[in-house]
């Protein structure tokens, strides 16, 4: 059974990074069928992607956060991260991993909650 | 970028009725690239469709997807209560890549 874990703080001070980690269990993140990615929900709302990173160490994200994000791939401990940098109140949201089956997003961590505040 | 607009907003039905939501896209896209998710409250979205109409593993057959161009439809018949959820629709976008969710219609269980 294939399961995604996320952790990292559940607060971050404005201005500062936000680093959140994401450990698979019972498939490995070297497989060439998946992309490893972020999707996150403010409180409330909807859903928005983050970005994907490749067991390569290639990444692919949305436009509008690409200048604040890092994405890295850990094959030995078959885990995944996101560091994203400079956060506001506005990037206080449920941080969710999820494994990329090209086109959507065919399993999902429970989710983290990370609030950006002083 | 594409958008995705999803309606109606909340759906609020009985048990045993028929919930019909839909997703309508900005510009065309390919049905290979829609999918579907359900999430219930304080829960991770789950996926239900991919492909616009092709079933996710464990998803009841009282649940169908299907659409083409700029149209998709989530269909759910025989509303149980633990159809109570948000379902949103998702689309995968080529120049540049990008995954775009719809806003979700919230479904409600009377």
């Known amino acids: 059974q294939v399961q995604l874990q996320e952790s990292g703080p559940g607060l971050v001070k404005p201005s500062e990074t936000l680093s959140l980690t994401c450990d698979v269990s019972?498939?490995?993140?070297?497989?060439?069928?998946?992309?490893w990615g972020w999707i996150r929900q403010p409180p409330g709302q909807g859903l928005e992607w983050i970005g994907y990173v490749l067991s390569s160490g290639s990444t692919n994200s949305n436009p509008s956060l690409k200048s604040r994000l890092t994405m890295s791939v850990d094959t030995s401990k078959n885990q995944f991260s996101l560091k994203l940098t400079s956060v506001t109140a506005a990037d206080t949201a449920v941080y969710y991993c999820a494994r990329t089956s090209y086109w959507n997003f065919d399993l999902w961590g429970r989710g983290t909650l990370v609030t950006v505040s002083s | 970028e594409n958008g995705l607009t999803q309606s109606p907003g909340t759906l609020s039905l009985s048990l045993g009725e028929s919930a019909i939501l839909s997703c309508r896209a900005s510009q065309a896209v390919s049905s290979s690239y829609v999918a579907w998710y359900q999430q219930r409250v304080g829960q991770a979205p789950r996926l239900l469709f991919f492909g616009s109409s092709t079933r996710a593993a464990g998803v009841p057959d009282r649940f169908s997807g299907s659409g083409s161009g700029t149209d998709f439809t989530l269909t759910i018949s025989r509303l149980e209560p633990e159809d109570s959820a948000v379902y949103y629709c998702q689309e995968y976008g080529t120049s540049p890549v990008m995954y775009t969710f719809g806003q979700g219609t919230k479904l409600e269980i009377k």
């Open positions: 019972g498939d490995s993140v070297i497989s060439s069928r998946y992309y």
